[in-house]
């Protein structure tokens, strides 16, 4: 457990009044990534600016079996942070967490009352693209979900995101408490248009006058988020623990880079983050869709094709430089073309994620980028195909990306051993994967799932023909030779 007294001395804690802070922002999922990003820039806020913006943190997951609620609370809130440069560590104990609650010990609502303090102005979330129960393709809530339809038949005691969002905004506007904002931090395309599409669907679902109050009072501000936090394993936090001076359960590692883009769209206040790092902008569009066409479209790119390389790390890719070619040649040949992006140097920035996925210090697993691909193909890679079948233009790398996604989901490695697939269409997946032939047919399955392709790509002769050919190509000749053959002559 830590304990302030314990650290080592090259660990920054908090130096500020803790009991000075007021919890006023509560954030849904308490995962690794917000742990080392927006708590972090509150941190620094509290500690270089007297900011009194503290956290709630909640766990709505009923399905997780994760103790970190229960191990934060151990530990008076008090957590690390490590940042990991091939060039050496630092760490800092973050302290702007005031309370957390975990709906699974303490019912939801506890998680429903907390986002009920009067003080609470932000409603911020961390939940993975699938915690927004929408269809990835088109962005809508839905409403076939057995989360939703639940939410729908007991809107008091709700299991989904924005059911909870909407039981807690029914009952503040009851009470006549200020309205919050509510700001999504997950990796997706308008992540706030899209947490209001499925906030508001809800509603319309339970309660058109709830709906008519959340669409004049409430603002859901879209941000762009940019940190690589690689999951945590046992061994990463038994080692980490002796540089610290104990063991910290809830610790997390991350690279040192940081990016956190935010449209200045608030009801009732919000912390100075541009005083942290942060940039407040109008439209954060340009600056989402830039992040997740180029770093994790070839992020997932990376995933496929070097777990059926035997790659296990980003790091490990980079090694390959056939692979780190085709990463860089995918941004700067295949999505910067598609952007909307002004005045930003594309070839620096695609070189400069070039140097983040070569950190050897950070062990970010294919295995872990490659999970929940049917939520996240459509705006790393799908959009782009759109965009390069409109212009005629060549998109090979991101059909030999959607042909190793088909190969990786059918389930068994290069070696014939199984993959562990993790997705929330897992097993519609594993039906569509046994009941068509290896080959051609194996294609039309996975491609006719329109919750993810849409009706237009698995009707375009040109687009499934391209990942027919290089689904082909990784089954002869496999993953390392069909990037190399494609690479060389590119
Ligand atoms: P994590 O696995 O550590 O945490 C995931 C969190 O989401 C947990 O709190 C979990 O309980 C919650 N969750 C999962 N399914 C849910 C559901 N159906 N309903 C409600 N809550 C649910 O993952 P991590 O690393 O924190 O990443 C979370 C998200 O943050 C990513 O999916 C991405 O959108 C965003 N992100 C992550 C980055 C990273 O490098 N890890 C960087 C940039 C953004
Ligand atoms: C990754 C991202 O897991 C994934 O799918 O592509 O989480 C990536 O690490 C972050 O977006 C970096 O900011």
């Not at 061994?235 to 001076?245: P, S, Y």
């Not at 090694?319 to 085709?326: T, V």
């Not at 295995?367 to 193909?377: E, H, M, N, V």
Request: charged share 25%; proline share 4%.
């Amino acid at each position: 457990m830590l304990s302030v007294e314990t650290l080592a001395d090259d660990v920054l804690v908090p130096d500020y009044d803790r009991s000075r802070l007021r919890a006023r922002i509560l954030h849904i999922g308490f995962g690794a990534f917000h742990r080392a990003h927006q708590a972090v820039c509150a941190d620094r806020l509290a500690r270089e600016q007297q900011s009194d913006w503290g956290y709630i943190e909640c766990e709505i997951n009923l399905h997780s079996t994760s103790k970190l609620v229960e191990s934060l609370r151990q530990q008076d809130h008090l957590y690390t942070v490590t940042e990991m440069a091939d060039s050496g560590k630092t760490s800092r104990a973050v302290g702007v967490v005031t309370a957390a609650v975990d709906a699974r010990t303490d019912g939801i609502e506890a998680v429903i009352e907390a986002m009920c303090q009067p003080d609470i102005a932000i409603v911020s979330m961390t939940v993975t693209e699938k915690g927004y129960c929408h269809h990835p393709a088109t962005g809508q809530l839905n409403l076939e979900h057995p989360v939703i339809q639940h939410d729908i038949a007991h809107p008091d005691a709700p299991h989904s995101l924005p059911g909870v969002i909407l039981a807690a905004v029914k009952r503040r506007r009851d009470r006549d408490l200020p309205p919050f904002s509510v700001m999504s931090c997950d990796n997706m395309p308008e992540n706030g248009h899209v947490t209001r599409n499925v906030v508001l669907q809800l509603a319309e679902k339970q309660d058109a006058g709830l709906a008519d109050y959340i669409r004049h009072h409430l603002t859901f501000p879209s941000t762009m988020v940019d940190r690589i936090v690689p999951a945590m394993t046992q061994e990463a936090l038994d080692t980490l623990g002796e540089k610290l001076g104990c063991y910290d359960p809830v610790a997390v590692q991350c690279e040192p880079f940081f990016q956190w883009v935010i449209e200045d769209n608030f009801v009732n206040g919000r912390p100075a983050w541009e005083k942290a790092g942060a940039e407040l902008v109008e439209d954060v569009l340009p600056f989402e869709e830039m992040k997740l066409r180029m770093l994790n479209g070839s992020h997932s790119f990376l995933a496929y094709l070097g777990y059926l390389a035997g790659y296990q790390h980003i790091s490990d890719c980079m090694e390959d430089e056939n692979f780190l070619r085709a990463a860089r040649k995918l941004m700067l040949a295949e999505q910067a073309p598609t952007l909307r992006t002004q005045n930003v140097d594309l070839v620096a920035y695609a070189d400069s994620l070039i140097a983040r996925y070569q950190n050897r210090a950070i062990k970010h697993r294919t295995w872990q980028i490659a999970s929940d691909g049917t939520q996240k193909l459509p705006q790393r890679w799908l959009d782009s195909i759109r965009w390069h079948l409109a212009h005629n233009s060549r998109f090979d790398l991101l059909a030999l990306g959607v042909a190793g996604w088909i190969r990786y989901v059918g389930g068994v490695d290069e070696q014939g051993n199984a993959i562990e697939i993790n997705d929330p269409l897992k097993e519609t997946l594993a039906q569509r994967v046994s009941e068509s032939a290896e080959g051609e047919a194996r294609i039309a399955a996975l491609l006719s799932l329109q919750k993810v392709f849409g009706d237009d790509l698995p009707a375009n002769e040109q687009f499934t023909a391209r990942v027919l050919d290089f689904y082909q190509q990784l089954l002869k000749s496999g993953a390392k030779e069909t990037v190399k053959q494609l690479i060389v002559s590119y």
